[in-house]
């Protein structure tokens, strides 16, 4: 039988808008059911860093509240770059996600010629996680024991010192290079891949002095294992009420805070955006998560997607301009 013209376009027209709904039918029930398989977490650091720390407690809080597994898969290497670019491409479905840090977000446009992402364009943000800082620590024989000292040692000892940090262009790494222009001192960089590493040969003598995250390292100094000089963080710590923040110090413009991040691929869908955000800041209310924060000395912060955005844009903004200002140059990636 041959259909009429008109009865075929009204015939297409209401397979059209059939299959438009129940792919969006489709979509909302897929959204409603994540996650329904286990959950790929990327944190761009070694293991056993603070960032990796709080990634596996907060994963482990999700998989219970989401009741699913959240795996960590540590992709450390380019200061972040590694872990970021895996996200960045790999499909929007929410089943591949970042948790990461300030540095990785925020320096690496102004710090490499050429990225394979846009850390602004190329992400999906989902919820601020807390907010920290850095020591400064110095190995034990080193004789020192304040920042003053440690300025008037390392200009007593041009070149004769190195630092280590967690790459290049790391929070680490920018903390000191502002120490040293401000206070004129010649210090050799050692880029490691992940904090952990870092403080591993500060202790072990391979390397004099470094900043390095407060979550892993406030026991190594309580336990006399290391010596903290100074916090880069904006007020001194509760767990080490004794070490005096930079700016208490006199050194200003080093007091930057860091903070961590969740974010997924872009154009992830947004009901998945919406319960991941509403499972973190569930998680992050918790007093367990709170005080397992604040004994790392961090505070457990949560946020929109919306105010995550604008905390990226911004910092990145602000620590664009230090790097500037520091005249470290783009480098090859």
Not at 173 to 194: D, R
Request: proline fraction near 7%; aromatic fraction near 6%; hydrophobic fraction near 40%.
């Amino acid at each position: 039988m041959t259909i009429p013209r008109i009865l075929r376009h009204g015939l297409l027209a209401a397979l059209t808008a059939l299959a438009a709904f129940s792919a969006c039918s489709g979509h909302a029930q897929g959204a409603d059911a994540y996650p329904d398989r286990p959950v790929t977490l990327v944190v761009p650091t070694a293991a056993a860093g603070g960032t990796d720390t709080i990634a596996r407690l907060i994963a482990e809080a999700l998989g219970r509240t989401l009741k699913q597994s959240f795996i960590v898969d540590n992709r450390p290497g380019a200061n972040g770059i590694l872990g970021t670019e895996q996200v960045a491409r790999s499909a929007p479905d929410g089943y591949r996600l970042l948790f990461t840090y300030t540095a990785a977000m925020v320096v690496n446009p102004s710090l490499y010629r050429k990225l394979p992402y846009d850390p602004v364009k190329d992400l999906a943000p989902i919820a601020q996680i807390g907010r920290g800082g850095n020591l400064l620590l110095v190995r034990n024989d080193l004789p020192v024991n304040t920042l003053k000292e440690f300025v008037a040692y390392a200009r007593a000892h041009p070149d004769k010192l190195s630092y280590c940090s967690w790459g290049n262009g790391s929070g680490g790494h920018l903390a000191m290079e502002s120490l040293k222009k401000q206070a004129g001192l010649v210090m050799t960089h050692v880029p490691y891949k992940g904090s952990s590493l870092c403080v591993q040969d500060l202790m072990g003598g391979q390397v004099d002095a470094g900043f390095a995250d407060m979550s892993s390292t406030v026991e190594i100094v309580r336990a006399g294992r290391l010596k903290a000089l100074a916090s880069s963080g904006p007020s001194r710590i509760p767990m080490l009420p004794d070490v005096p923040t930079m700016s208490e110090q006199g050194v200003k413009g080093v007091d930057m805070a860091s903070w961590l991040g969740f974010y997924g691929p872009p154009r992830m869908p947004e009901p998945v955006v919406a319960r991941l955000n509403a499972a973190l800041v569930e998680v992050l209310a918790m007093p367990a998560t709170r005080d397992f924060f604040r004994q790392g000395a961090y505070e457990a912060e949560s946020s929109s997607p919306q105010a995550l955005a604008a905390l990226t844009r911004s910092t990145y903004d602000e620590w664009g301009d230090m790097i500037r200002k520091l005249g470290l140059t783009k480098q090859a990636q």
